[in-house]
């Protein structure tokens, strides 16, 4: 990935990512070419140096039967939104201004593992799952479904866990652009709703600062 220093990313802000993410594409370079697929995630910062990302497939997803050719990648998206020109306090003074995109993503790098253990997969669908569930009323769990019912919905799934090598990964939040710019970006954020985008821009910029 191309990354400038001034959109890099800090460790920081990485683990921030991964743990936030709900979902992400799985790229494998197999023997039949590149295959992809969008997966729920969850990150465990616990296995290795730089933790593992684990996800499941349906059985007939091919993607797990299909040996990866040496490291597999799971692309990662954060917040992203457009950037309008007419945001920026510069274009009233010179107009030499162009539209943009702000975004947040990550490349995961890593050694795919299949897990095609039920104990396994069950454990990880279960910690899935109370992710997601946790904080709402009424929450549903594993447990709620028939055993039965609940064993062959495992047996029709693969686990999968990516050990992460490596990462790359950009913030791309109007950090080039003048403060007066940025502010401009941030109200425009928050003219059309997204508190998200206006949030993070605002965070970057006080990074660049404080960097």
């Known amino acids: 990935m191309y990354v400038p220093a ?8 990485v683990r921030e990512l991964l743990a936030g993410c709900g979902a992400a594409d799985l790229v494998t370079v197999t023997p039949r070419g590149l295959i992809a697929t969008y997966l729920p995630v969850l990150y465990d910062p616990s296995v290795g140096e730089h933790g593992a990302m684990l996800a ?5 997803n091919d993607q797990w039967r299909e040996p990866a050719d040496g490291e597999a990648l799971l692309i990662v998206h954060g917040p992203d939104a457009y950037v309008s020109p007419s945001w920026y306090a510069s274009k009233a003074e010179h107009g030499r201004v162009v539209p943009t995109w702000n975004y947040l993503t990550a490349h995961v790098y890593g050694r795919l593992v299949v897990h095609d253990d039920p104990a ?10 109370d992710r997601h569930e946790r ?12 055993p039965a019912f609940v064993a062959g919905q495992l047996r029709a ?19 080039n652009r003048p403060e007066a710019d940025v502010a401009g970006v941030v109200a425009g954020y928050r003219a059309q709703g997204d508190t998200t985008m206006a949030n993070a821009v605002k965070a970057a910029a006080r990074t660049e600062r404080e960097g």
Do not use: C
């Open 6 to 13: 001034h959109f890099s990313a800090d460790d920081a802000e």
């Open 135 to 146: 904080g709402r009323a009424p929450s549903w769990a594993v447990d709620d479904a028939p």
């Open 120 to 129: 396994w997969v069950e454990s990880m669908v279960r910690r899935l799952t």
């Open 56 to 60: 499941h497939v349906a059985r007939n």
């Open 157 to 175: 799934i693969v686990g999968l866990e990516l050990r992460v090598t490596r990462v790359e990964a950009k913030a791309k939040m109007s950090q």
